[in-house]
């Protein structure tokens, strides 16, 4: 292509684009009109919409002229109410002054009415006088009529004396100096017998009478000075067979526990020993928590009080605070085979887990809720709870024994040195905790079953001391605060229905493997129990059915397809987690709301206790609910273990003086006296001798006692020639009781003591002390100053 050729086309080319951009100006000029057309419509638009503005703004201003010119009148308005009101206020003033005088004249009136009325008396009197004489003279007549009966009944009393007493010398004689008295408790206890078969039909009578003294004794309860006031009382002697010699105790500061069994080989020297000797002696402190479903100790050197140690070691597990309160026996349930964890939860074997071992028994549980709960819970017949109690404090025994040996550089003698501070359930009575001294004692873990090396102390006490101390130098609490206790127990979580099991197969499975679902529980707790905080994101469990293929015989085909395509992993979710959780937690926010409504006064605290204690979730749900309610929500130092710390603090205090300054009693306690029948009293319960059995208070439920306060009374023997006297002992929930066959009285045990026989009616000082766990008494004889030993014999289940 030559020169001239490509110089056309370049031509051409340039042509063409001139002519493009010709067009492209006019588009240009095109766009440039249209909007100036465009800017001049919205010009107009604008303005338009200025002057409507324009025009609102104006209506407005007119409007709040109208509603200023309103309020003026409402202002104006309202200043004439207030002078109104002014004027008003002015007649009220003087309608005051008006009955201020009229109140003056109606006193004058009132003093003018007096005198007359003391004008009127002076006549009636006048008039009366001699009616009201013979009147007097009537009553005078009647009170010397019954003046003599009296006498009479005095007289006849002195000759029932007399007759008896005769009899007594009649029977000494007989009996070369020896005193008998069977004969006198059969016909007493016929008497008393007939007495309660007819008592229904005077039960009317009695209670119309109830609300008066209920009310006397009420008042009289107020008073502490009465309620220790001395009285004197007859006894009756009942026929005992064991007959015990009268023992004499020189040391006047001893007491003994009430107990179960018969302390009658107790020697003077050991009892004399004071209970200050007995602490002094005291190493080594261990507090035992021991639960329904988990159960743990701490102890210390007295030597070294701030360094308290909680057990983390047990069979077959290491490094957890509690084990298991569960025993695995042999086929007879004689002997136990493991104890604790390993009792309970057995890891599967692939191999051998389908086959069930014929001679293993289902582990032994909850057999402690058998001493208080009324729908018991399962229990193979062949073994006492008791035994049970016993066989699992020797267990744990062995460890504390062991661990103590081990621990402690300087070794004790367990039996004179420890001192052992168990827990137990705040509604026990003396009846429970006398059950746990005797399988404590047989255990093992005391000497001698009155041993004062074992104290009890209940478990929100426990909690409480644990921590009061856990505080520290952070004084949240001043003298006279109130704190709650929420006390989250470890208990068991089941498993969600997520194998969509049926309730015959969960059964099969209880029965053949319990050892097997109760490592899947116990794992899945451990897992999930704890750290569920309750995000979603937070959280996340799989179970491994392949871990397990015991499960897929109780898993239905269609199941069975179904987790196949998720290579058998069962993943449970935040919300599963929740719906087991939540049930619980929202039963024990709603007790707390009920405490809190009960005080009604601020509470300064809440501690919360025990292993579910723990639980993120928990602790995130009660903060949630009540942190605007109560200032202070704290979980201590290892709440798992604050019971038995707590029980180890108390018994450290024990040295110095009890930390424990006051209890409220929970029951009303008394004895069966007999005493001479009165006018008044129910005919239906008159013996054949003119006598009547009663029950005697000696202190009542709700009172505000001090730990080492003694109630004081005095009692005195039927005949001057017994050589033992004896009395039941009762106790109930109500404040008041006449009687001890009354409804919801529960016979506590037998009291019985030692007498001389010196031919004397001695009077015979008690001193019980109700404020300790166990209940104390100690018997002084008023007339010569000996105080002799008694024997406690509870009543057999």
């Not at 621990?407 to 026990?428: G, N």
């Not at 406690?792 to 289940?797: G, N």
Request: glycine share 4%.
């Amino acid at each position: 292509m030559n020169l001239l050729e490509k110089f056309d086309k370049l031509n051409n080319r340039l042509t063409s684009l001139l002519e493009e951009n010709k067009e492209l100006k006019q588009h240009y000029k095109n766009l440039q009109e249209q909007h100036q057309e465009l800017k001049e419509k919205l010009d107009e638009s604008d303005y338009k919409n200025l002057q409507e503005e324009n025009e609102d703004l104006k209506q407005r201003i007119l409007n709040q002229e109208k509603q200023k010119t309103n309020l003026l009148r409402e202002n104006e308005r309202l200043n004439q109410q207030c002078k109104n009101l002014q004027g008003e206020n002015m007649d009220l003033k003087q309608r005051i002054l008006n009955q201020e005088k009229q109140k003056t004249n109606l006193l004058g009136e009132i003093e003018m009415l007096k005198q007359q009325y003391k004008n009127l008396q002076d006549k009636f009197n006048e008039i009366d006088y001699k009616n009201l004489q013979e009147e007097n003279k009537k009553l005078k007549e009647n009170f010397n009529k019954k003046e003599k009966q009296f006498q009479q009944h005095i007289i006849n009393l002195e000759k029932q004396k007399n007759e008896q007493l005769e009899i007594f010398s009649q029977n000494l004689e007989k009996a070369l100096g020896k005193l008998e008295l069977d004969e006198l408790n059969e016909v007493n206890e016929n008497d008393i017998k007939n007495s309660k078969n007819s008592k229904e039909n005077e039960n009317d009578m009695k209670n119309s009478k109830n609300s008066k003294e209920n009310e006397n004794d009420i008042k009289n309860s107020k008073n502490s000075k009465e309620k220790n006031k001395p009285t004197i009382f007859p006894l009756i002697d009942d026929d005992i067979k064991d007959k015990e010699f009268i023992q004499h105790i020189d040391d006047p500061s001893g007491s003994v526990p009430f107990s179960s069994e018969d302390k009658s080989n107790r020697s003077e020297n050991e009892h004399s020993r004071g209970s200050s000797n007995e602490r002094d002696n005291i190493k080594v402190v261990v507090g035992l928590d021991f639960g329904t479903t988990y159960s743990g100790f701490s102890y210390c050197h007295t030597a070294e009080p701030k360094n308290i140690i909680t057990n983390n070691q047990w069979p077959d597990i290491m490094g957890y605070l509690k084990t298991n309160t569960v025993l695995q026996y042999d086929s007879k349930f004689i002997n136990v085979e493991t104890w604790g964890y390993p009792a309970l939860a057995r890891r599967p074997s692939r191999k051998n887990q389908r086959e069930k071992n014929e001679s293993e028994t289902r582990p032994v549980e909850l057999f402690k809720l058998h001493l208080t709960c009324n729908k018991k819970p399962y229990l193979p017949r062949e073994l006492c709870y008791k035994k049970a109690i016993t066989d699992y404090l020797r267990k744990i025994g062995e460890v504390i024994k062991e661990t103590i040996d081990v621990r402690l550089s300087s070794p004790a003698d367990f039996f004179r040195h420890v001192l052992l501070v168990i827990t137990i359930p705040a509604e026990y009575s003396n009846k429970e905790i006398a059950i746990m001294r005797d399988c404590v004692f047989n255990a093992g873990l005391i000497g001698e079953k009155y041993s004062r090396n074992l104290r009890f102390i209940t478990e929100p006490e426990a909690v409480a001391i644990n921590c009061l101390n856990d505080m520290g130098k952070d004084n949240i609490l001043t003298i006279g605060s109130n704190f709650m206790i929420v006390d989250c127990g470890g208990g068991t979580v089941k498993l969600p229905n997520v194998l969509e099991i049926s309730v015959e197969a969960i059964d099969l499975l209880t029965e053949n493997h319990y050892g097997h679902l109760q490592y899947i529980v116990q794992e899945f707790c451990e897992i999930t129990k704890f750290p569920f905080t309750g995000n979603r994101e937070d959280y996340g469990y799989e179970l491994d059915i392949e871990d397990f293929p015991i499960l897929l015989e109780y898993i239905s085909e269609e199941t069975k397809d179904e987790l196949e395509k998720t290579e058998f992993l069962i993943k449970i979710d935040c919300d599963a987690i929740k719906a087991m959780f939540d049930p619980v937690i929202s039963r024990i926010i709603s007790l707390i709301h009920s405490q809190l409504d009960s005080i009604q006064e601020e509470c300064s605290a809440i501690f919360l206790a025990g292993g579910f204690s723990e639980s993120k979730y928990l602790q995130k749900r009660i903060e949630q609910e009540f942190q605007h309610v109560v200032k202070n929500i704290r979980v201590p130092t290892r709440p798992i273990a604050a019971i038995s710390r707590g029980a180890v603090m108390y018994g450290l205090s024990l040295k110095k003086g009890n930390v424990i300054s006051t209890r409220i009693l929970k029951y009303t306690y008394g004895i069966e006296v007999v005493n001479y029948w009165m006018d008044g009293d129910p005919i239906s319960r008159k013996l054949h001798n003119g006598r009547i059995v009663r029950f005697h208070c000696l202190a009542r439920r709700g009172t505000q006692v001090e730990t080492n306060e003694t109630v004081k009374t005095f009692f005195t023997p039927l005949s001057p020639l017994q050589t033992r006297i004896s009395f039941n002992i009762f106790f109930t929930k109500e404040y008041n009781a006449k009687y001890c066959d009354e409804p919801g009285m529960r016979f506590l045990g037998k009291l019985v003591v030692n007498l001389p026989g010196s031919g004397l009616l001695d009077r015979l000082l008690f001193e019980f002390t109700f404020g300790q766990m166990e209940i104390t008494v100690n018997v002084k004889n008023e007339t010569d100053g000996q105080r002799y030993i008694t024997t406690f014999k509870l009543e057999a289940d």
